[in-house]
């Protein structure tokens, strides 16, 4: 059996080997965890992944076979595998907590470490943060369209392999769906899990209202009934209405139930099939639909005056199909010589690509009267911001830009937290319910301009001046060696 300290690129072991033999193996570093560009064009990104690397770093050695593989490679000595033998991390790490909205540029997670364990950690905990808040952003932003409609995750069978359908349908709560299909999924995190009836079990009886009759022996109390095998209006719905008031009349009429339409033009079918249910008196009938949703084909439906108050959606959420990676980074900004703290830089002739230095913290500014989010400031770690004090905010980007934050009307938020101390956890995962809530708040601070889909405000997001002097000194520094 091999472990998860497999799940990794070679040159992350080759480097860790050429460290050990050189000596630098032990060298205490800093590295970042940060993205560029928000996915999908959207103005944030939601965190999700955190709970995942917990457990991975938690479980992080090398087993037999995993080292008896890496033997056999011919890439590596007896004398570092035996040095793998006892590995585990023993580093710190600080981090966003699940749900949090974060912008580009700004730290998401902190490393502090030995080189070797702080390089063995970037593929694997990179590949799980960017695959989760990649979801959990597609979800919040197809919630950010359903309003206060039911949501159901039906991606397992459209996912890009077992795990990514499982973390995916976590994070897609975390997004705000309200449960999934997926059972692993359910059973691990303690999700709602849900579900409606496939064509099959239609055609697997004599006629469609027979199928009915046999679903609802089966599950009395949880009936939304798949309309779309035959003929939809003519035949899905008046069979339903069959059903439901043949319960009504036995009182057995569950609180919720309903249809689900999974093909033709849902808004037109929506808006017919609640015109009979309305006459039959099941005014309160659920209206569910899937094939191929995403938000785009959400809000389209709802502006065509659909009827529908129950989304299905699988394929573009699970794949994050029109947008399928997040592009989050790992890099050093910082290692000890001779005792000594020395922050590194990462140039590039792209403005936008040269790293943040040093070890940093994100302090993000709430106004006191809205709640609203103002402004996020990428600072050096123990820097604070008075917030009895005025406080300017500033764009690198565009120095002309220009505002004063009065003391007093403002509150300050310390985003990072820390989730390892010398290689043991000190973080507890809230209870899912609980990052729930918090993403749902998180959200709710965002001005809608920051929300929509389509354009959103760029939210504020400046280097404190400290952080931005010690990056000038760097940068002219580094460009000086070139004169
Ligand atoms: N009113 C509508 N406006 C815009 N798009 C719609 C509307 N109704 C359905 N769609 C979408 O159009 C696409 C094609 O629908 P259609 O029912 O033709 O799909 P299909 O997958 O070919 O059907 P089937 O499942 O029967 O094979 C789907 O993505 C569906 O969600
Ligand atoms: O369209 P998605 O957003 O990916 O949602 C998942 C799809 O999976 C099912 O279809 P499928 O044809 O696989 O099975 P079925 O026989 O139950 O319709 C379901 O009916 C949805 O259409
Ligand atoms: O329960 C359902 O209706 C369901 C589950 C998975 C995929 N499509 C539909």
Not at 105 to 119: D, F, G, P, T
Not at 357 to 378: C, F, H, Q, S
Not at 456 to 468: A, G, H, I, T
Request: net charge positive.
């Amino acid at each position: 059996m091999y472990t998860k300290a497999l799940v990794t690129d070679l040159y992350q072991l080759t480097m860790m080997q050429g460290l050990f033999f050189e000596g630098k193996h032990e060298q205490r570093c800093v590295f970042d965890r940060f993205y560029r560009k928000n996915p999908f064009q959207n103005g944030y990104t939601v965190i999700a992944g955190l709970n995942h690397v917990i457990d991975y770093v938690k479980r992080l050695r090398f087993g037999a076979d995993d080292l008896q593989y890496l033997r056999h490679t011919g890439f590596f000595k007896e004398e570092f595998l035996r040095y793998l033998q006892g590995f585990s991390f023993t580093g710190d790490i600080y981090a966003m907590p699940e749900g949090t909205v974060a912008f580009p540029q700004e730290v998401l997670l902190r490393v502090h470490a030995k080189k070797s364990e702080a390089i063995l950690l970037e593929t694997c905990l990179s590949m799980i943060l960017n695959h989760e808040s990649l979801i959990a952003t597609k979800a919040r932003r197809i919630r950010t369209v359903a309003g206060n409609d039911t949501l159901m995750e039906f991606g397992l069978r459209r996912a890009q392999g077992k795990s990514a359908g499982v973390h995916g349908a976590r994070a897609a709560m975390i997004g705000g769906f309200n449960g999934t299909s997926n059972v692993l999924a359910g059973a691990m995190f303690h999700m709602p899990v849900l579900g409606t009836m496939a064509h099959s079990w239609i055609m697997s009886f004599a006629s469609e209202l027979e199928a009915f009759r046999a679903y609802v022996r089966q599950y009395p109390n949880n009936l939304i009934l798949l309309v779309d095998t035959y003929n939809t209006l003519k035949q899905g719905v008046p069979n339903a209405i069959k059903i439901f008031t043949e319960l009504r009349q036995k009182n057995c009429l569950p609180a919720v139930y309903g249809i689900r339409l999974d093909s033709g033009d849902l808004a037109y079918l929506s808006k017919e099939a609640r015109k009979q249910l309305q006459a039959a008196g099941f005014s309160d009938a659920i209206i569910a639909a899937s094939n191929d949703l995403d938000e785009n084909l959400i809000a389209e439906l709802k502006a065509q005056g659909s009827e529908i108050n129950s989304w299905g959606v699988g394929t573009h959420l699970i794949t994050a199909k029109d947008s399928p990676s997040l592009g989050g980074v790992f890099k050093l900004v910082g290692q000890y010589e001779d005792g000594q703290f020395v922050p590194k830089i990462k140039m590039s002739d792209n403005v936008e690509k040269i790293s943040n230095p040093g070890i940093k913290n994100v302090l993000r500014i709430y106004d006191k009267e809205t709640g609203k989010m103002k402004a996020d400031v990428i600072t050096l770690a123990g820097e604070e911001i008075d917030s009895t004090k005025d406080y300017e905010l500033t764009s690198d980007k565009a120095p002309w830009r220009f505002r004063l934050l009065k003391g007093g009307t403002y509150h300050v938020k310390s985003l990072l937290q820390p989730i390892f101390k010398e290689g043991r956890a000190v973080y507890t995962t809230p209870p899912l319910q609980d990052i729930i809530s918090y993403a749902e708040e998180q959200i709710q601070s965002l001005w809608p301009e920051y929300r929509r889909l389509v354009n959103p405000e760029e939210m504020w997001v400046q280097r404190s001046k400290k952080l931005s002097a010690l990056r000038e000194e760097l940068l002219e520094k580094e460009s000086m060696k070139f004169f």
